[in-house]
């Protein structure tokens, strides 16, 4: 849902969360918690921002920036698949914002083409004079922003994870595989989803097409499936990109590439050091000074009180309707003083009308009694 900002009539998106749904369910509640938090807690130009997250009795409502530009999968679709130099583009901004996340300790888990938003940009005379002569790519118009951390989980050195969570056919093999003895990785989860996404822009679909499976058949799809890339667009791919492919969508996860070392791989290495924003990366992250969320629970995992959101937004919520009832008050007030103007210039103009029938009529008669008299006399 999108709606207008009451101070900028800026356009911003806002989900609500029913609270009905997570009561009584503490691990639904936990998940919920998790996201909220890391949703309120990322300040990063390719992550989408959380600008307020107001409660009232039966709803949590998370307000968001609008991304006008539709989702990374739309965008894919509607050019069949990208070339080499847009593909470069948009995979170094989602790099880079789930850099920041992995340097805060924070793993996506669902990262997928679907959860990453376009925002449109407007171009200098001379970016679109370097777009029109092949400088710089077309979807430079377009920034990129992840969203969506429904899936997230706070990480740590050798912190594994245990629960199978994200899609199908972006999802690690590890997690598919996962069970109570067997956990994961989630950074290195987050690496085989950025390559699979790296695969579909470039190729136009996905390397494992697992949504039509349950879980045991989609691990074992991909542990017996070699990785292959399709012969009619081989050749149009550089060495070095398909080399990272390989090395991000590798089914051991111990051999598998960290972010660390894709930022570094040669593919990124020419361009990503100028353009990584490194005073991002290594920030460390506060909540946002408008977030409305008490946050004591990152630190010592207690349950978020959402009691703690401050009232103030519900009045200021309270005040913009009434404003806005006033307004609409005045505005009938002001038509209903219209029609009267003109339903008593009407009556005027009726009046006028008949007096001036009834003075010709007035004439008519009298010329008729004097003419009559006329004849009479003679």
Not at 65 to 73: K, N
């Amino acid at each position: 849902m999108y709606i207008s900002h009451v101070c900028t009539d800026e356009l911003v998106a806002a989900k609500s969360i029913d609270k009905s749904t997570v009561q009584g369910d503490v691990e639904l509640f936990q998940k919920l918690k998790t996201e909220i938090s890391v949703s309120c807690k990322m300040n990063h130009p390719h992550i989408v921002k959380t600008m307020k997250v107001l409660e009232t009795k039966e709803k949590i409502i998370q307000i968001m920036e609008y991304c006008d530009g539709g989702d990374l999968i739309t965008y894919v679709r509607n050019k069949l698949y990208l070339d080499e130099q847009n593909a470069l583009y948009f995979f170094r901004k989602i790099v880079e914002g789930l850099k920041y996340m992995h340097n805060n300790n924070i793993a996506h888990r669902d990262l997928k083409p679907e959860n990453i938003f376009l925002c449109k940009k407007v171009l200098s005379q001379k970016e679109k004079t370097l777009v029109k002569i092949g400088k710089l790519p077309v979807c430079t118009e377009y920034e990129l922003k992840i969203g969506d951390f429904g899936a997230c989980c706070f990480t740590g050195k050798n912190k594994f994870h245990y629960d199978i969570v994200g899609t199908l056919s972006y999802a690690a093999p590890e997690v598919l595989g996962c069970n109570d003895n067997n956990g994961y990785d989630s950074e290195k989860a987050d690496v085989w989803s950025l390559g699979i996404i790296l695969y579909a822009m470039l190729f136009g679909f996905l390397p494992y097409d697992n949504e039509e499976k349950d879980i045991n058949e989609a691990y074992q799809e991909i542990l017996k499936s070699k990785l292959t890339y399709p012969k009619s667009k081989i050749n149009k791919i550089s060495i070095h990109a398909r080399n990272l492919l390989t090395k991000m969508l590798n089914v051991n996860p111990y051999n598998r590439l960290s972010l660390d070392e894709v930022v570094k791989h040669e593919w990124l290495a020419d361009t990503t050091k100028s353009n990584l924003e490194v005073s991002y990366l290594n920030k460390n992250v506060n909540f946002p000074m408008t977030s409305m969320i008490a946050y004591p629970g990152y630190i010592n995992n207690n349950i978020v009180n959402y009691n703690l959101f401050r009232d103030i937004d519900l009045v200021k919520v309270i005040i913009t309707i009434m404003l806005k009832t006033v307004k609409m008050c005045i505005y009938i007030i002001l038509l209903m003083v219209l029609v009267v103007i003109v339903v008593l210039f009407a009556i005027i103009l009726l009046v006028l009308i008949t007096v001036l029938v009834f003075i010709t009529l007035l004439v008519i008669i009298i010329q008729l009694v004097v003419i009559t008299k006329l004849i009479i006399i003679s």
